[in-house]
C-alpha cells in the first residue's frame, strides 16, 4: 500500500527514499536521556514525558505524548481529532492542546507542547527508521536536520543519549 500524497510529499522534502514497501519511521523525544525509557526505567520519575511520532508506509501516522506516571496519554492521529486519556480534568478539558496539521507540523508541535505544559524536552531526537536508509546516498542528512533544527540539535539511529545528556560523545556529523 502506498502513503498517501502528503506522507509522500514530507518523505520527499527531507529526502527520504524508501527501499521497499512495508516502511516505518519514528521519532522520539523525551524530558530525561532517552536510556531511561529503554535501560533505566527505575530512574523515571513519575512527571517524566516522552513524544513519539510514527509515520508508516500505509500512511495512518500518529504522535503520542505520554507521562510516565499516566496522568496523560495524549494522541495526534491523521485525520482525527485529538485523543485525550487523562483521569485528571485538567489534562483532559482544561489544557488547551495543539492542533496537528500534518507530519511537516511536527518540530512545531514540540514547542508548543512544551509551552502547554511547562516542560523541556531534550534536544536530542531517536530515529527508528524499517526499509528506510537514513545513510549513503539515499538520505540526505542536511534536510532531516533542517526539518528537526526547531525542537533538536541532534539525532541518532540508536537508543543513545543526547550528547549533553550524558550520553557518548558527538561524532565529526554531530550525531550521538
Not at 494522541?75 to 482525527?80: P, R
Request: hydrophobic content about 40%; proline content about 6%.
Amino acid at each position: 500500500m502506498q502513503p498517501d500524497a502528503d506522507t509522500r510529499r514530507w518523505l520527499d522534502s527531507l529526502g527520504m527514499q524508501p527501499a521497499r514497501d512495508g516502511w516505518t519511521i519514528q521519532f522520539q523525544l523525551s524530558t530525561v536521556p532517552m536510556s531511561h525509557w529503554f535501560f533505566k526505567r527505575n530512574k523515571l520519575r513519575p512527571e517524566d514525558v516522552s513524544l513519539t511520532l510514527t509515520a508508516p508506509s500505509w500512511g495512518h501516522w500518529s504522535v503520542d505524548l505520554r507521562r510516565h506516571d499516566g496522568a496523560y496519554l495524549v494522541q495526534w492521529k491523521q485525520g482525527l481529532d485529538i485523543i485525550v486519556e487523562a483521569a485528571e480534568l485538567r489534562y483532559r478539558r482544561l489544557t488547551p492542546w495543539p492542533a496537528l496539521d500534518g507530519l511537516a507540523g511536527f518540530p512545531a508541535l514540540v514547542a508548543a507542547i512544551e509551552a502547554v505544559l511547562g516542560i523541556r524536552f531534550i534536544r536530542h531526537v531517536n530515529v527508528g527508521a524499517r526499509w528506510i536508509p537514513l545513510d549513503g546516498r539515499r538520505f540526505d542528512d542536511a534536510r532531516l536536520r533542517a526539518w528537526l533544527a526547531p525542537c533538536a540539535d541532534t539525532w541518532d539511529r540508536t537508543m543513545r543519549d543526547a550528547p549533553d545528556a550524558g550520553g557518548e560523545d558527538e561524532d565529526e556529523d554531530g550525531r550521538a
